[in-house]
């Protein structure tokens, strides 16, 4: 019993506590962020940063605008991109990241509306609102990878709603396989209907780096490493939200993710009030457990406020590296760093801790709850497909 007692770590005494009290998760990261679950190091992604679930991070009002999925944890990849529609009637009200903004096309020929995601990105699934949902009768949504307004340039179907069988004012799609691509198309051949959109969002995997454990070659005006995960995107450094190193040879910046995930995209917010030049040429390396591999190089030219990298030649990290490796002395500067992904195939969890068997495990987008939309695979069963 005893051996048993003190193996339990503090954040399971702190789970126990919470259940038994009632207990609220007190705010905290950069501006007193709202927070929520295990070890009350998630960040709530509510609408008007409103205090969410404790313990699920779901939101009463919905998910912030640019959040999506479980427990709104999940990036919207479609948020504030280049829209396009059939008749031009404010396509952009479908990624204002508002469900009460509504776009409409007229009622002739084919009716589409079609986004630039602006990236190469895996896409496995979609949550679309609508206040009319007989408006969207017969939808089909396509991937492809030019910016055109045919239907033939999208030439993979995430999904063909053949039989309005999803009617619905919020209906969550998911792909029939993962695809990948740059833009988003959908559409309705219907002739007798106006298509009616208010909010397309775009599963771009989970927010996993806030407030993990960090580290830096070496820190200089209070710019530690922790401040590239505090939740603040601030871009001027006297908000306190920025690390600094001191000039030298391949400064480097890490963060631990405490587990093995596939990594999608990597958000990084570069200073803005002076020295944007300094983050030129960042290179971005993944470990699982021992050395580092390079699986991205930023082209020697000076970053924009916000670098959205997606195309990275590995996908799994525990350990991700953000270094400038040049030979000459150099100041590593990050404002913060959003890195997005998802647990490894059949894991599921907030911290990927218990297995879950489904039918097509790449097809998963809910791996917080452990929800197998497409069945148990062959020899598991149980709500989460965890039982043998
Ligand atoms: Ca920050």
Redesign the pocket.
């Known amino acids: 019993m005893h051996t048993a007692t003190a193996f339990l770590l503090p954040s399971t005494w702190f789970v126990i506590f919470s259940i038994v009290s009632g207990f609220e998760c007190p705010r905290g990261g950069?501006n007193n962020q709202t927070q929520f679950g295990p070890g009350c190091n998630y960040r709530c992604h509510c609408v008007a940063d409103a205090q969410c679930d404790n313990d699920t991070g779901i939101c009463q009002g919905g998910c912030g605008a640019g959040w999506m999925g479980p427990g709104c944890q999940y990036g919207d990849i479609a948020f504030k991109k280049r829209a396009w529609m059939s008749s031009n009637t404010g396509p952009d009200k479908v990624v204002d990241g508002d469900p009460s903004t509504c776009s409409q096309t007229d009622q002739i020929g084919e009716k589409w509306w079609r986004v630039d995601l602006n990236g190469l990105y895996r896409i496995t699934g979609l949550i679309i609102f609508s206040d009319n949902p007989d408006a969207l009768k017969g939808f089909k949504v396509r991937v492809g990878n030019v910016s055109s307004n045919s239907s033939a340039d999208f030439p993979s179907t995430c999904f063909n709603d053949s039989s309005n069988a999803n009617a619905s004012e919020v209906i969550t799609v998911l792909c029939t396989s993962e695809l990948v691509g740059k833009h988003l198309m959908i559409s309705i051949m219907d002739q007798q209907t106006k298509m009616k959109l208010c909010d397309v969002r775009v599963y771009g995997g989970r927010s996993i780096a806030y407030r993990r454990f960090t580290n830096q070659s070496s820190d200089q005006w209070d710019g530690v490493a922790s401040?590239?995960v505090?939740?603040?995107?601030y871009t001027s450094y006297e908000y306190n939200?920025?690390t600094h190193t001191i000039e030298e040879t391949s400064p480097r910046w890490m963060v631990d993710l405490a587990q093995v995930y596939y990594i999608s995209r990597i958000e990084i917010f570069n200073r803005q009030d002076c020295c944007e030049e300094r983050l030129a040429g960042f290179t971005i390396s993944f470990a699982t457990n021992g050395s580092f591999v390079m699986v991205y190089k930023h082209p020697h030219v000076m970053p924009a406020e916000l670098t959205d990298v997606t195309n990275m030649s590995n996908d799994k990290a525990r350990f991700i590296q953000i270094e400038l490796t040049d030979t000459s002395k150099r100041t590593l500067s990050l404002?913060?760093v959003f890195i997005y992904g998802d647990c490894p195939d059949n894991l599921c969890g907030w911290s990927c801790e218990y297995p879950c068997y489904c039918a097509k495990p790449e097809d998963k987008i809910n791996k917080i709850d452990g929800y197998c939309p497409t069945g148990c695979a062959e020899n598991w069963t149980g709500s989460k497909c965890d039982c043998e």
Do not use: M, N, V
């Open positions: 950069y401040r590239a505090d939740g603040g995107t939200t920025c404002c913060e």
